[in-house]
């Protein structure tokens, strides 16, 4: 007796009768995502578009690139310069060693309770709050903290003899590192898993050694992979608001923080936009750095699937 | 003693025995596969050749000298894998020229010794193509020219052909039987799939639960099983219970002759094993004392044979595989009433 | 040594893809992977460890008196409730606008997955910082409609999450073959709220609790948003607590920290409990 053969179903395959029916059930699935995108339309779409406006308006409402264009005034420009330099060191500090960190995590087993504890606290550490971690250096390098009273008491070094730098730009690469570092491992873990363990395999049959395994094969394969780790940490630390807002309450170096001050109405009359202005620079920026994220990512993908 | 030597190995995986005391040994130039269920040892076999586990105990010997302790990166045998074990980040070409860069042959010399490989395995146009623009089975052909690019004294195959589509299996079966024979390396091969490895072999090792239960030339091991479960797990058996009764089994009151069946004491319960190929159906009505009588249920035509599936009466109403060629099928309808007989030594008889 | 996983005697199937079985990784508990994982160890401990001592500071000794402020603080009770409330909305938003839309763009809109997963990753490009200029005016309105309370942040926080739900729900539609669930439950008569409810929902329960997890880390850890737009939520509460007294905001702080953790590691467990069955072939 043989098999019958299958009946091929055609796509989507599901069955209505009548032209009414069959135009609504058409329609329907557009209808179901119609609240979703008015949604994303009203609390995300919408004030993006408030502020890319904003950016281009004057304060008499008519279009302008003349508030865009004080941006480029020294003090704004320093911001950015502060922006890109915090972000590009906590970035690639964070990325190197985070690869440290990941490597040294997934050469152990994977199910095991280290590789879950280390991606819970990377997740926490990651995600969680500015505010939480800038309290907990406060309480480790802060005035009164941990380790400025044991090295004062032990080994008679005054931790702060150029200043208070915990809040300032020190403490923030200081604060930014160390959730940069959990979020390279969360970002990049992955891609480390994506290695195959034949590929190993097939450079020692072929005669190679762990080193060579690793320079001509795994280096070129994570490369991508880790350069797009290391524009995501970058994006992280530009767009971070929460750590610098509880570390500095006075004074902005940096762009959010400026943001922060038009928002706190010490608005400089005639300059009403400047806040709109500044988010529509950092969206430029974050954009680009996706962007070229977004294209490193699909070539891991490739390699790495 | 053979140019491969595996003596006495064994390994365990965390209290799991994988290997149970192994031998095995293959003559230079030969094409040996190690056939088995899931589980039965047979990759771990093949990863302690390849150096990839150690085993821990037993010796694995090439061409006589100890090669146990020698790492993987040294033993000099080329490995192809299952799948993915293509560099993604390196073109047909590149990955073939690997090995030979490992070992600083000149640029140009190797990629002419990639190019002959690439023609050996049929692949010419597709040299500067990456992994995932190839087809899986253009990838396996690119894996295997990649081991043999180093000359390796052996080749390994792990299951090379099991992640491909049923007709590209086929071809690449005959090309991979076709290169080693020209080139006259020794390998050894492992697969589940029966087909194969009674199409490809010289010999082949039947294993199961961690030892080789027999190893032989594919005619041998699929006529003249050596266990009871090499019989069962080669080729479609039919099996009957019985006794055993000089050169004959008794089976519900019908004495079928039987080879097999003398050299075990009279009146011991015994099972008859015998091939779908082997069983001869008469339109006798009612049976002879010498055979079996049944109903034939379905046809399943399978191309050059067709299978029937035959009801007996007795043993419960026991279902048989018999195979007919197809131009005879039609003798056979649906529900007519058969004899089921044999040849004496057709049969196998092991102990029930 | 520690012993390789037995992964070559019994393959298993993964659900619905064809892979080659897993070769048994060789640990090599190396030295200089001991030493990296000890001295990262040390380092992000000391942080925890230093909020511990700080929290725990006393006249003449450890006391926990900083801790004990934690649930006597009216102002800080409350906010953390509104956090916690907040997450209960979040998650419930999230899902009531992830998991149908998710689930139609499988199956039958997949012309408009480039479209959804964009305005999904958008919250990626748009930070908060920025988002909360352009939402200033949106709030206003939402605060006319619905009165003050800091819970219409869920509003906002369900744009927040959309990245990581999103990503996390549509890779657990991925993970099951979701066009034959459902036209198999249509075909024995299910109407559209029965396979979701009956089919999808069930079958991806590991996505969506990953999903919610993530949600409510970020939830309780989100500050800028609700600052800007001052509301009172966690975050804040301990921030303005901090100039204040340092200790009892020190020993939330780490108290969230603990918990957000906790939460995670249990989820890492679940998720991977109901992802794992694998299929044992026998010969």
Redesign the interface.
């Known amino acids: 007796?043989?098999a019958p053969q299958p009946t091929t179903?055609s796509a989507?395959?599901?069955a209505s009768s009548g032209t009414g029916r069959r135009r609504f059930s058409r329609l329907?699935?557009?209808l179901?995502?119609t609240?979703?995108?008015v949604?994303?339309t009203?609390?995300?779409?919408?004030?993006?578009?408030?502020?890319v406006a904003?950016a281009f308006t004057d304060d008499r409402n008519r279009p302008t690139v003349s508030t865009v264009r004080i941006l480029t005034e020294s003090v704004y420009l320093r911001a950015f310069a502060r922006s890109i330099e915090l972000s590009a060191v906590t970035a690639a500090v964070g990325a190197v060693?985070g690869a440290?960190?990941a490597?040294?995590?997934w050469?152990?087993?994977?199910?095991g309770p280290?590789r879950?504890?280390v991606?819970?606290?990377a997740?926490?550490?990651a995600?969680?709050?500015?505010?939480?971690?800038a309290?907990?250096?406060?309480?480790?390098v802060g005035l009164?903290?941990?380790?400025t009273v044991f090295v004062h008491d032990h080994l008679g070094i005054d931790l702060f003899t150029r200043g208070v730098w915990l809040f300032d730009m020190p403490g923030l690469l200081l604060v930014y590192t160390?959730f940069q570092?959990?979020l390279m491992v969360l970002v990049f873990l992955p891609a480390l898993d994506g290695l195959?363990?034949?590929?190993r395999?097939?450079?020692?049959?072929?005669?190679?050694?762990g080193w060579?395994f690793w320079r001509?094969?795994a280096g070129?394969?994570l490369l991508p992979a880790f350069l797009g780790a290391a524009l995501l940490l970058f994006?992280n630390a530009?767009?971070a608001?929460?750590t610098a807002?509880?570390l500095i309450s006075q004074g902005s170096p940096i762009v959010?923080l400026k943001?922060?001050g038009?928002?706190s109405s010490e608005v400089i009359l005639g300059q009403q936009n400047l806040?709109?202005a500044l988010?529509?620079g950092?969206?430029v920026v974050?954009?680009v750095v996706?962007t070229l994220y977004a294209l490193l990512q699909r070539r891991a993908a490739?390699?790495?699937? | 003693m053979g140019y491969l030597e595996l003596r006495e190995v064994k390994k365990s995986f965390g209290g799991v025995l994988a290997l149970d005391g192994l031998n095995l040994d293959l003559a230079a130039g030969e094409l040996v596969s190690l056939l088995g269920p899931s589980g039965c040892g047979k990759t771990t076999a093949l990863r302690i050749v390849?150096?990839?586990e150690t085993a821990d105990q037993g010796r694995v010997l090439v061409d006589g000298k100890d090669i146990t302790g020698v790492?993987?990166?040294?033993?000099?045998?080329?490995?192809v894998?299952q799948?993915?074990?293509?560099?993604?980040?390196m073109t047909a070409l590149g990955n073939i020229q690997?090995?030979l860069?490992?070992?600083d042959v000149p640029a140009a010399r190797r990629r002419q010794r990639a190019a002959e490989l690439l023609e050996l395995v049929g692949l010419e146009p597709h040299a500067a193509k990456y992994p995932?623009q190839l087809s899986g089975g253009q990838q396996q052909r690119v894996a295997l020219a990649?081991?043999l690019a180093?000359q390796p004294k052996i080749l390994?195959l792990d299951e090379p052909l099991s992640a491909l589509d049923a007709k590209v299996r086929v071809t690449l079966r005959d090309e991979i039987r076709r290169i080693q024979s020209e080139l006259g390396i020794t390998t050894l091969f492992v697969t589940h799939d029966q087909e194969e490895a009674l199409a490809l072999s010289d010999r082949v090792g039947v294993m199961s639960e961690g030892r080789v239960e027999q190893l032989d030339t594919p005619a041998r091991v699929y006529r003249e099983p050596a266990t009871p479960f090499v019989a069962q797990f080669v080729g479609v058996t039919n099996a009957l219970e019985g006794r055993a009764d000089g050169e004959a089994v008794v089976v519900d009151g019908h004495r079928l002759p039987a080879d097999g069946a003398a050299s075990h004491p009279r009146g011991a319960a015994i099972r008859l094993i015998v091939r779908p190929e082997e069983i001869r159906l008469s339109p006798v009505d009612g049976g002879t004392p010498t055979a079996l009588p049944g109903t034939i249920v379905?046809?399943?035509?399978l191309g050059p044979v067709t299978r029937l599936t035959v009801r007996l009466e007795s043993q419960d109403g026991q279902l048989l595989r018999v195979d007919v060629p197809s131009a005879e099928a039609e003798r056979h309808a649906p529900g007519s009433r058969v004899a089921v007989e044999f040849a004496p030594r057709s049969s196998i008889v092991v102990p029930a | 040594m520690?012993a390789p996983?037995p992964d070559v005697l019994v393959p298993t199937a993964a659900a619905g893809r064809r892979d080659?079985p897993?070769?048994p990784?060789r640990?090599?508990?190396?030295a200089a992977?001991r030493l990296?994982?000890g001295a990262?160890g040390v380092l992000?401990l000391?942080?925890?460890?230093?909020?511990l001592?700080?929290?725990t500071r006393g006249v003449g000794g450890r006391s926990f008196a900083a801790w004990r402020a934690i649930v006597q603080d009216p102002d800080l009770v409350s906010a953390i409730t509104i956090s916690l409330e907040l997450a209960v909305l979040t998650v419930a938003g999230m899902l009531l606008?992830?998991v149908?839309?998710a689930t139609?763009?499988h199956?039958?809109?997949p012309h408009?997955r480039r479209l959804?997963e964009f305005?999904c990753?958008?919250?990626?490009?748009?930070?908060?910082?920025?988002?909360?200029?352009?939402?200033?005016?949106?709030y206003a309105w939402v605060t006319y409609l619905l009165g003050d309370s800091s819970l219409t942040l869920a509003?906002?926080y369900?744009?927040l999450v959309?990245p990581y739900a999103y990503r996390a729900i549509d890779n657990g539609l991925g993970a099951i073959d979701l066009r034959t669930l459902a036209?198999a439950a249509?075909s024995l008569g299910a109407g559209?709220p029965t396979v979701l409810a009956r089919v999808v929902v069930p079958n991806i329960s590991g996505a969506l609790l990953s999903a919610s997890f993530?949600s409510v880390?970020?939830v309780?850890?989100?500050?800028?948003l609700a600052?800007?737009l001052a509301f009172n939520n966690m975050?804040v509460t301990?921030?303005l607590l901090?100039k204040r007294d340092?200790a009892v905001?020190?020993a939330v702080?780490?108290a969230?920290?603990l918990l957000?953790?906790v939460l995670?590691?249990v989820?890492?467990?679940v998720g991977?409990r109901r992802g794992s069955s694998g299929v044992t072939e026998e010969g």
Do not use: C
Request: net charge positive; hydrophobic share 55%.
């Open positions: 007796m043989t179903t989507p395959g599901l329907a699935p557009y179901a995502v609240p979703f995108l949604y994303v009203v609390f995300l779409l919408y004030p993006t578009l408030i502020v904003g060693l440290l960190l490597w040294a995590v050469s152990g087993p994977r199910d280290l879950r504890s991606m819970a606290a997740g926490v550490l995600q969680f709050g500015g505010v939480t971690l309290f907990a250096f406060i309480a480790t009164s903290g941990l380790v160390y570092i959990p195959r363990p034949q590929w395999e097939a450079v020692e049959s072929l005669g190679g050694s060579e001509y094969v070129p394969v994006a530009f767009s608001y929460a807002a509880a959010p943001i922060r038009f928002l806040g709109k988010g529509f950092m969206i974050v954009a996706m490739r390699w790495l699937r | 390849a150096g990839f790492p993987a990166n040294r033993r000099d045998m080329g490995m894998f799948a993915y074990s293509l560099f993604p980040n690997f090995g860069r490992l070992r995932h990649r081991a180093i390994l379905t046809q399943s035509f | 520690t996983t080659a897993a070769t990784r640990h090599r508990p190396s992977r990296v994982l990262f992000f000391l942080p925890l460890f230093a909020m001592e700080f929290s606008l992830l149908p839309v139609w763009v199956l039958r809109l408009l959804i305005i990753l958008l919250p990626l490009t748009i930070p908060a910082i920025v988002l909360v200029v352009g939402i200033a005016p949106i509003f906002v369900v744009i959309l036209e249509r559209w993530l880390a970020l309780l850890g989100e500050f800028t600052s800007l975050q301990i921030n901090g340092a905001s020190v702080s780490l969230a920290l957000a953790f995670l590691l989820l890492s467990y991977r």
